[in-house]
């Protein structure tokens, strides 16, 4: 039959706890709160998934995020964009303005195929060229 633990240790003065030096402070848990989170409790951190070891990089507080797009990517996109009137066709050439797209910057990956006439914030060399090469206009604005 079991017996009721509380009962069981009334009158002992370490109610199971070897000495009465073994329950004093933080020691004897091995420290307090996340404490040996990477040494001898990495495995209840490890199977909770909250595993944080150390810092990586860094994060630039004076960098300006910039959303950029290759050329390729809005050649392939042309059709669909002069389909939802993001676009138009003037003549042979299609014109879009990059701002109403979210690009502040076009770059140079990717194959131009359709003559194109861009107005974006800025471009880079190769873009601008490339566009240029296909007889269309890259105007910074």
Do not use: W
């Amino acid at each position: 039959m079991p017996v009721n633990k509380r009962s069981k240790y009334r009158g002992s003065r370490t109610c199971g706890g070897g000495t009465h030096k073994n329950r004093r402070g933080a020691g004897n848990r091995g420290g307090r709160g996340r404490a040996g989170q990477r040494d001898h409790r990495f495995s209840h951190f490890y199977l909770k998934g909250e595993i944080a070891n150390g810092k990586h990089g860094f994060i630039s507080k004076t960098s300006v995020p910039v959303s950029a797009l290759d050329i390729g990517e809005i050649d392939q996109m042309a059709e669909a964009l002069l389909r939802e009137g993001l676009a138009t066709q003037e003549g042979d050439i299609i014109a879009l303005d990059a701002a109403e797209l979210g690009i502040d910057k076009v770059l140079g990956g990717g194959r131009v195929t359709h003559k194109m006439s861009i107005s974006a914030r800025e471009f880079s060399e190769r873009a601008r060229a490339k566009i240029e090469e296909m007889g269309g206009q890259a105007t910074t604005v």
